[in-house]
C-alpha cells in the first residue's frame, strides 16, 4: 500500500473507518481510513441516551464527529455517511452544529460488534435534546458505519 501525502499514520488493523474528501491529514490517496485502535487515541466522549432501538438507556463512547472532522483538517458542509450494508444518509454540518454526533464504538464499556449495530454507531444525544426525538433525526443515526464522505 503506498502512502500518499499527509500525516496520519497507517492503520495497523482492520480498517473501521475511511473518510474521503477535503482532507489537510490523509494516510492514503485523497483519504483517511481508521483502525479502531486509531479511533480510539482521539479525544473520547460519551452519552447517554435512550434510541428508538434499545428499551433502556445506553452509555455510548467514542469520538465526537467534529473532533474527528477538525483533527483530519476536514471541510465541507455535509457528510454522507455510509453503512456497511450501503444505507446512506446525509447530514448537514450547520444544521447539526448544536449537537454532539458521537461515532459510538462503545456501549457500556464494552467494543461494539456488528452484531450489536457497531463497530461504529453515529449517536445522537435523544435523551438530552427532545427536539431530536423524530423520524427525521433518527434516520441520520446510521449504525455499522464505514465510510463517511465530506461534501461542499
Same mark, same amino acid.
Given at each position: 500500500?503506498?502512502?500518499?501525502?499527509?500525516? /496520519?499514520?497507517?492503520?495497523?488493523?482492520?480498517?473501521?473507518?475511511?473518510? =474521503?474528501?477535503?482532507?489537510?491529514?490523509?494516510?492514503?490517496?485523497? $483519504?483517511?481510513?481508521? %483502525?479502531? $485502535?486509531?479511533?480510539? $487515541?482521539?479525544?473520547?466522549? =460519551?452519552?447517554?441516551? /435512550?434510541?428508538?432501538?434499545? @428499551?433502556?438507556?445506553?452509555?455510548?463512547?467514542?469520538?465526537?464527529?467534529? %473532533?474527528?472532522?477538525?483533527?483530519?483538517?476536514?471541510?465541507?458542509?455535509?457528510?454522507?455517511?455510509?453503512? +456497511?450494508? %450501503?444505507?446512506?444518509?446525509?447530514?448537514? /454540518? =450547520?444544521? !447539526?452544529?448544536?449537537?454532539? /454526533?458521537?461515532?459510538?464504538?462503545?456501549?457500556?464499556?464494552? @467494543?461494539?460488534?456488528?452484531?450489536?449495530?457497531?463497530?461504529?454507531?453515529?449517536? +445522537?444525544? !435523544?435523551?438530552?435534546?427532545? @427536539?431530536?426525538?423524530?423520524?427525521?433525526?433518527?434516520?441520520?443515526?446510521?449504525?455499522?458505519?464505514?465510510?463517511?464522505?465530506?461534501?461542499?
Amino acid at each position: 500500500m503506498t502512502v500518499w501525502a499527509g500525516d /496520519l499514520a497507517p492503520p495497523t488493523g482492520p480498517v473501521v473507518l475511511t473518510v =474521503s474528501g477535503s482532507l489537510e491529514r490523509t494516510n492514503a490517496r485523497h $483519504q483517511a481510513s481508521f %483502525d479502531r $485502535q486509531m479511533l480510539a $487515541q482521539l479525544p473520547q466522549s =460519551s452519552v447517554t441516551t /435512550l434510541t428508538p432501538w434499545t @428499551e433502556r438507556p445506553h452509555r455510548y463512547q467514542g469520538v465526537l464527529l467534529t %473532533d474527528l472532522l477538525r483533527h483530519l483538517g476536514a471541510s465541507g458542509s455535509r457528510v454522507k455517511a455510509i453503512a +456497511l450494508n %450501503d444505507y446512506f444518509t446525509h447530514l448537514d /454540518l =450547520s444544521e !447539526l452544529s448544536r449537537f454532539p /454526533l458521537l461515532l459510538a464504538t462503545r456501549v457500556n464499556g464494552r @467494543e461494539m460488534r456488528i452484531r450489536d449495530k457497531g463497530p461504529i454507531w453515529l449517536i +445522537l444525544p !435523544l435523551s438530552d435534546f427532545p @427536539e431530536l426525538d423524530q423520524p427525521s433525526f433518527h434516520e441520520k443515526m446510521i449504525w455499522q458505519l464505514r465510510r463517511l464522505e465530506l461534501l461542499p
